[in-house]
């Protein structure tokens, strides 16, 4: 089971390894958890949930009061992986997967993971803003947020703009458009404002605004993500080891270089990382002579 957990990881796609760091964050909370209940003797089950939150699960919650979160500023990116209840993470890695299947139809890998981790973070400054903001809402200060809900929004409202009129098939209510869907969802939201949960509902609205926002900048010619992305990707480069000696390869009569040669066998990678992905959306049938041709060949390759 492990090996297949590790191969699906390699293999998947950004939607399958997001929804593998929640769920994995979620059971490790969980496994926390009950340990704590089995060596904890004379504590209710809510005083249990109390120490809980003020041992763990308060190094990954974004704050409300902003001094709080400059003591722990790395909250505000481990919030939008952290879930507690299950329903909260059901519901949550449910959306993920429906919208996120539909956003990779349409862009890139890449694009999903800034508007996952941007959409939260423009969820969690918004909500900020407004309970430090609003008298009305001073109430909620003291109140943490956890959750994938604001850069769920940020995905779901973003393809919504791209693809405004694909249709979904929804029980019960049979097709729907994704304009529709959206709509719903926005409204929602801003009615329930007014709940116990403001700083949540208010964070789905941050989302919302970031995935609006960069599909009207995309339509443009402007990726507001890409800056992101190069840094990650300057963050992998760093930490990756490299090799200590400047060895090259000969093919033919033409020397490439490890920079060269790397990159090759990245952007094969890259190659075979989008068949395999079309063939989870459409099935082999729905690939080209040449793609088959493609993984045919590499195939071979790696026996």
């Not at 973003?158 to 529709?180: E, Q, W």
């Not at 990245?266 to 690939?287: H, S, T």
Request: glycine share 8%.
């Amino acid at each position: 089971m492990i090996d297949e957990i590790k191969l699906s990881l390699r293999q998947g796609n950004i939607l399958t390894r997001l929804i593998f760091i929640n769920v994995a964050v979620f059971v490790l909370l969980g496994l926390l958890f009950v340990i704590l209940r089995l060596f904890t003797s004379g504590v209710t089950l809510s005083g249990l949930q109390a120490q809980f939150n003020d041992t763990v699960l308060k190094y990954l919650m974004v704050p409300s009061v902003p001094g709080e979160l400059l003591r722990r500023p790395w909250t505000i990116i481990t919030y939008m992986f952290t879930h507690f209840n299950f329903l909260h993470i059901l519901f949550n890695m449910l959306v993920l997967f429906w919208f996120g299947k539909i956003f990779l139809q349409y862009l890139s890998a890449r694009q999903m993971l800034s508007t996952y981790i941007l959409g939260g973070l423009a969820g969690a400054i918004l909500s900020l803003l407004f309970i430090n903001g609003f008298p009305g809402l001073r109430e909620h200060l003291g109140s943490p947020m956890l959750g994938a809900s604001a850069s769920i929004m940020a995905i779901v409202i973003g393809i919504a703009f791209y693809v405004p009129d694909y249709t979904l098939y929804m029980l019960f209510i049979g097709p729907v458009r994704l304009k529709y869907i959206a709509l719903v969802f926005i409204i929602m939201d801003v009615l329930l404002i007014g709940s116990y949960n403001a700083g949540g509902h208010i964070a789905h609205l941050g989302g919302a605004l970031y995935g609006y926002a960069f599909i009207t900048l995309l339509r443009k010619g402007r990726d507001i993500g890409d800056w992101l992305n190069k840094l990650l990707d300057k963050a992998v480069t760093i930490f990756k080891p490299r090799p200590h000696l400047n060895v090259t390869y000969r093919k033919a009569t033409k020397q490439v270089s490890d920079e060269e040669y790397n990159r090759s066998k990245v952007n094969q990678q890259k190659e075979i990382d989008r068949i395999l992905d079309k063939i989870a959306q459409g099935g082999y049938e729905n690939l080209t002579k040449k793609e088959k041709e493609t993984l045919f060949k590499m195939s071979n390759n790696k026996k």
